[in-house]
């Protein structure tokens, strides 16, 4: 199979706990469940894309242990190619930690383990996988230097190269943006990047026209119940969200990554790409979990607003 859709990223197992109330530092409190649950931004990304009807192949890595086994079979399962998935013998896997309280606040702590392998050394041993796609997809759970490696690897194959710059605590190197056809952020993540606040639609506008400034192709910032904005040099274009019950959010931002990206290698246009994308994210906050959340092709093809 060659993938028409590559995601470089991270996998992580989701290690959820549910209890009545979050603890107080020191303090030791009883859970009323525990899962395991299959996660990594990168993951989440490869397999929305795939089961909305994307060939994908995933790039990235898991330690030598259980979970490492475990996450590549589920990115099987759902038909991810996994050639460039490296297992680092000594190294455990990446974990979240997370507990949910009963209000759905919650407290996360994200151990990176094998994902912080992931080098540019394996960007070029697996070029022949980039080679054969059309849109490449990163985030920034694996190590920086990584990820601008894809980056510009992509933009000297001509793919489509999307960027979701999650999760971001500093700006981009300035040298990025003219490798990145779509930076896609959410509200939190376009403002620490264009140092533009965010808390309405004119002002993500604002935010996004900073970021085409400094050189991103393009720009659609997720905003959630209020939808999506599209900013380029040339045209911006809101797109309103589709009517849904929310359960859970949790992977709603990378199944819409997913779904643009798997609607792009499909050959949609642009403005369809993205409608596609909205109805695939509102379907994924309909369910609980991360990717037992994220809908199939058909679910999305069946969609029908209230």
């Not at 197992?13 to 009323?32: K, Y």
């Not at 989440?44 to 890595?61: D, K, P």
């Not at 300035?174 to 264009?194: M, R, T």
Request: negative net charge; contains cysteine; charged residues 15%.
């Amino acid at each position: 199979m060659q993938a028409n859709v590559v995601v470089a990223g991270s996998l992580n197992m989701d290690l959820v706990t549910r209890t009545e109330r979050l603890p107080r530092p020191g303090e030791t409190v009883f859970g009323q469940s525990f899962t395991t649950v299959h996660g990594g931004k990168g993951a989440n990304q490869a397999v929305a894309a795939s089961r909305l009807g994307a060939r994908v192949a995933m790039l990235g890595c898991v330690g030598g242990d259980a979970y490492g086994v475990q996450l590549r079979d589920g990115l099987l399962a759902d038909r991810v190619d996994c050639v460039a998935v490296r297992t680092v013998p000594d190294c455990a896997s990446g974990v979240a930690l997370i507990t949910v309280d009963a209000c759905s606040q919650n407290t996360i702590v994200v151990v990176p383990g094998a994902n912080g392998c992931l080098a540019a050394e394996d960007i070029r041993a697996f070029d022949h996988v980039l080679q054969g796609a059309q849109v490449l997809v990163c985030q920034l759970e694996v190590p920086m230097e990584t990820v601008g490696c894809v980056l510009a690897r992509g933009r000297e194959l001509g793919k489509v190269v999307i960027l979701n710059p999650a999760p971001v605590s500093a700006p981009l190197p300035g040298h990025w943006y003219g490798a990145i056809d779509y930076l896609i952020p959410n509200e939190s993540e376009a403002w620490a990047l264009s140092s533009v606040p965010v808390d309405s639609l004119e002002s993500a506008g604002r935010a996004a026209r900073r970021l085409v400034e400094l050189g991103a192709g393009k720009v659609i910032v997720t905003l959630g119940a209020l939808g999506a904005l599209f900013v380029s040099a040339h045209r911006v274009m809101h797109f309103t969200a589709p009517k849904v019950e929310a359960v859970d959010a949790t992977a709603a931002g990378d199944t819409f990554v997913g779904g643009f990206s798997a609607a792009l290698a499909a050959g949609m246009e642009e403005d369809d790409a993205i409608r596609f994308a909205q109805v695939a994210a509102a379907l994924s906050v309909t369910r609980a979990g991360a990717q037992p959340s994220i809908p199939l092709l058909r679910d999305v093809q069946g969609f029908k607003a209230p």
